[in-house]
């Protein structure tokens, strides 16, 4: 049990950590959290359900999520606007290699000089990875939304 | 501190499995959580401050949670739907053959084609009893709603 | 880790105090989770960014969060309403005497014959501090609030 309170403790630990960069920044260390070789994928339930393979955003290695962080930090955005993460209901599969995890998010934006409102929620269905150097990391992070229909424009990763 | 830990762990993937259950399905396991002779009732705060015996759902054995799943899963639905549940904040008090739980919760639905809107919000007050088998299950999910107005119709257990 | 792991449970049951006493009460007992010279503050991300020192809620000590307490306990209200807290992402970090912790939180409220709204969303920047005799208090408690527009007035703390 020692082990299972450990390795929980450490995968609360990255999500706090992943939606802190997000929410608090700085966004540039996001991909610090990612292999590799990593799959950054935000899609939606139906695209899910009917085996289309539609991403609202898509990165498929640790460089595309700089390139995408990258774009984010340069965009001008004709409302400034701020996100908020609450991830709840954590649940770990171990396998040999690599660690299943699953949990439900709840997105909150606020435009600048808007009121607060629910962005999105929906269900990440993640894997992560233990690296060479005992760090734990994510190598897909997946991201479905339950609605199709995002306020606004999709800015930041979920 | 070691008992509480692992009892506090077990607690939180006995929720993180009530709301997958829920969330992502198969709902036909969620009776599988309950007692034999479990209560599962949703009511609002309101009821609950006048000492009113209304509940939005009620079922009163495990048979009849199970006949609740039937249904619902048997439901034709004119917009198919999807909930997603936040739990947080969850303080545990152990008796001396039942512990006593309590979590805020969110919950939030989307329907076919819809943004995504915060559906209810309250509390759970629950009570769980550990089996002969060494498992834990619900005895008692109480959800209390803040609010008496629940948007659309009340379909699945908050 | 064990002595991370103990941290960390008393942190989050901290925190569910906290939440439980402002949304299920009794508020009257909140007070008694700050030490003497405790700081307790509300304010928006637009004036922690820009360096205003404005609050939109400011308690200088503990007898001045009593003192506030005791105003909200007999505030007479338009429209009775009620808070519920979403605490997630907590992250900690250990000084020489106290405990620097961040956490995201969703504020919702129901307003009595009302649809229940998301209130507020932001971020926790608090310090912990142990005292003579074990426990572990707020020493500083200080939402940020993504949005600097309230929904109907600031009652609760955030």
Redesign the interface.
């Known amino acids: ?1 020692q082990a ?3 390795l ?2 450490e995968v609360e ?1 990255l ?3 992943y ?2 960069l997000i ?2 920044g700085p966004l540039a260390a996001l991909p610090t959290l990612f292999t590799d070789d990593a799959l950054l994928k935000i899609t939606s ?2 695209n899910v359900d009917r085996g289309w393979r539609l991403a609202l955003m898509l990165a498929e290695s640790r460089a595309a999520i700089e390139d995408r962080v990258h774009a984010i930090e340069n965009l001008s955005l004709t409302i400034p606007r ?1 996100v ?8 770990l599969e171990q396998g040999n290699t690599t660690i299943t995890a ?1 949990a ?1 998010f ?1 997105v ?1 934006e ?1 435009l600048e ?6 962005f ?4 990440y269905r993640d894997v992560l990875r233990r690296q060479a150097d005992g760090s734990l990391l994510f190598q897909e992070k997946i991201a479905i939304c ?4 995002i ?1 606004n424009s999709l800015v930041y990763p979920l």
Chains 1, 2, 3 share one sequence.
């Not at 993460?85 to 649940?91: A, F, Q």
């Not at 000089?113 to 629910?118: F, S």
């Open positions: 049990m299972d309170l450990a929980r403790l630990a999500y706090a950590r939606v802190a929410d608090e339930r139906e701020r908020r993460h609450i991830v709840t209901g954590l649940l699953g439900n709840a909150f606020t000089g808007q009121q607060t409102v629910c999105a929620t929906g269900r339950d609605s199709a229909l306020r």
